[in-house]
């Protein structure tokens, strides 16, 4: 398959490999690592359980870092999982696929985000009563829209700025309450009660989890204003994920075992139950603090690579012409589509809780994914070596077939995640098909 660009004409880009790696990083930490091990808890009933499910997601989720990389080294543009479906299998399947990125992977996940922040910064324990739920949280939204219409590479300084910020912070938590273990912390003087295991809460837990790590993939939405794509893009996303692993592992240590068991199950903000039992009332405002800023990192970051995957869409006419990327002096920033996703995520915002979108995030994006890494067995490079496509493969499919089994068990454990799956899935074939249509009475020339 012929390469969809050279390397020759990529310098001056607005993301080189750290400024690509820190929107891997600020994608991946956002709501999920500091909402999710209370729910897990709950389900589980045992604080190791949850700690072996994280350490399983992380490396789901470096194979699928490993195996993003590969798609991108094939197809150096800008659109994610659309662009891979549409190329590699059929416009149709690629359409749905940037359709689930609207709907679950960008509306969805920052409207999470952005709703978590708006818990963390303003608690309701200190939220005035003329202060309505959401206004914060579109706030927040509406604010990185406005920062990420103009220069791009204004906006991508601020970002690097905001997530070196964010691993700053974690950094100094997980010292602060580490340097505290064990004698202070109150999880460790005390035994969880011996549970049934079950396979369909395990298969839940880490349909959860895999939506903590589900921006492991971000930086294949703007692969097209990457420096040296095909070797800063995979190296990106491997290098990002294993910076949010170790991460992610030594968080949920401290979230599960510092504070007692009581104290964090079923509690949404498990990050700031933790912290209030290991170091007390300011250490609780830290962490908090530590969690409004990545949240907000990770709402910005969503900001930029969301609309890129519409405007790809649009620039490919199987989504309207508005959502194209504007063309200036700089590099092309689609400033319809960031509003269509500001407006979108806004109005999420007002319609859905945690939990829910909890649910239907994580195995809609799970899915997803596995299906575009699945686009590796379509193809094949020519310059790889019998070694090389052993391994790759190997790691594909280890990927796919965990998130797949994964996903399935979970659906049968709670199949009302399948209601909204299906409904993403029924209306992007719907959509796509009337686009079509209409596109091909205005051009009759047109071909699919």
Known sequence: MPESESETSTTGRPFGLWSATFLVVANMIGAGVFTTSGFSFADLGDRQFVMYAWLIGSLIAVCGAISYGQLAQRITESGGEYLFLSRMVHPSIGFIAGWVSLLAGFTGAIAFAATAFESYAIPESIRPGWFQPGIA????????????????????????????LKLVLLAAFVAIA????????????????????????????????????SGFNAAVY??????????????????????????????????LFGPEPDKIRAVPDVAAAASQAIGGNWMATLIRVIVSVALLSSVSSMVIAGPRVYAKMAEDGVFPKLFNASKGKHHAVPV????????????????????????YLGFTLSVSAAVAVACIFWTRRTNDTGLQRIFFSAIAMLYVLATIVLAVLSAINRPQQLIGFAVTIISGLVLYYALSTIGKSDNPSRNE
């Open 336 to 359: 319809t589509a960031i509003w269509l996703q500001v407006a979108m995520a806004s109005v999420v915002v007002y319609f859905s809780s945690l939990k829910s979108l909890l649910d």
């Open 222 to 255: 703007i692969t097209g204003e990457v420096e040296n794509p095909k070797t800063n893009v995979p190296r990106a996303l491997l290098l990002g994920t294993l910076i949010v692993s170790g991460f992610y592992l030594a968080l949920n240590f401290a979230f």
């Open 178 to 213: 580490f340097a505290k273990f064990p004698s202070g912390w109150e999880g460790m003087q005390i035994e969880t009660e011996t549970v049934t295991f079950s396979v369909y809460a395990i298969a839940s837990t880490l349909v959860w989890i895999s939506l903590s790590f």
């Open 137 to 164: 949280a579109i706030a927040s939204i509406v604010l990185f829209g406005m920062l990420h219409s103009f220069v791009l590479k204004t906006g991508v300084v601020a970002q690097n700025l905001v997530v070196v």
